[in-house]
């Protein structure tokens, strides 16, 4: 069993910076998937970034590759989605999620067995 908590979000204006935090519990190993996700009103769960636990590769989706950064520290098992350069179009609740397999369908919301509650992001323009 994994435990995810999201904090951080909030609103922001336009050309802001926020960062979000997924505070992870329970059987959490190098290779398991993390990612994040985000959710707006009344459109599918999208992906929005993705690493593994060790760290070694990131992924990002073109809407947000080179504003958004994913990250984690392993002393407080803690993920975080450093975003900058706001945009209003980047309002959701965004979701941290893992994969007991990280599998290569990093992207894919049915590759992911366990996900937090979200955090609103509002970005006001």
């Known amino acids: 069993q994994v435990q995810l908590v999201e904090s951080g979000g909030g609103l922001v204006q336009a050309g802001g910076s926020l960062r979000l935090s997924c505070a992870a519990s329970?059987?959490?190993?190098?290779?398991?998937?993390m990612g994040w996700f985000r959710q707006a009103p009344g459109k599918e769960r999208e992906f929005v970034a993705a690493m593994s636990w060790s760290g070694g590769t990131t992924h990002y989706s073109d809407s947000v590759n080179g504003r958004f950064t994913i990250s984690r520290d392993n002393a407080k098992n803690t993920m975080y989605l450093q975003m900058h350069s706001l945009k209003p179009e980047d309002t959701a609740v965004y979701y941290c999620?893992?994969?007991?397999?990280?599998?290569?369908?990093?992207?894919?919301?049915?590759?992911?067995?366990?996900w937090g509650h979200g955090t609103q992001v509002t970005v006001s323009s």
């Open positions: 999620a893992a994969d007991e397999n990280g599998g290569a369908r990093y992207s894919w919301t049915k590759s992911y067995d366990y």
């Open positions: 329970g059987r959490i190993f190098s290779t398991t998937g």
